[in-house]
């Protein structure tokens, strides 16, 4: 089984910082691209920004500049960095990550069970 956990979601002011963590773990051979979507209430689910393997980033332009994402390949986790967070960012964030478990050559999509980030004052 492999499954991704999340951490680090909560409550911060406008213009305040957070950051997201998102753990791989179980039986896994190898890892492609792994990402952060996120889920605003009453809105469809969103990219936020994924990274390949090899640390390329692609980010939605709405968080451009201000969110960061990064991975730790030996520790199969993906961070989101989040700094000068506005109000229209408050969401579920979701990662998920393109995994070849140990037992399969196929390749499956992963999701996180999801983490509240609230901004507000």
């Known amino acids: 089984q492999v499954q991704l956990v999340e951490s680090g979601g909560g409550l911060v002011q406008p213009g305040g910082s957070l950051r997201l963590s998102c753990a791989a773990s179980?039986?896994?051979?190898?890892?492609?691209?792994m990402g952060w979507y996120r889920q605003a209430p009453g809105k469809q689910r969103e990219l936020v920004a994924i990274?390949?393997?090899?640390?390329?980033?692609v980010y939605a332009d709405s968080v451009k500049g201000r969110l960061t994402i990064s991975r730790d390949n030996a520790k199969n986790t993906v961070y989101l960095q989040m700094n000068r967070l506005e109000p229209e960012d408050t969401a579920v964030y979701y990662c998920?990550?393109?995994?070849?478990?140990?037992?399969?050559?196929?390749?499956?999509?992963?999701w996180g069970q999801g983490t509240q980030v609230t901004v507000s004052s």
């Open positions: 998920n990550a393109e995994i070849r478990p140990s037992y399969s050559v196929g390749l499956y999509v992963y």
């Open positions: 179980g039986s896994i051979f190898s890892i492609n691209a």
């Open positions: 990274i390949t393997n090899g640390g390329s980033a």
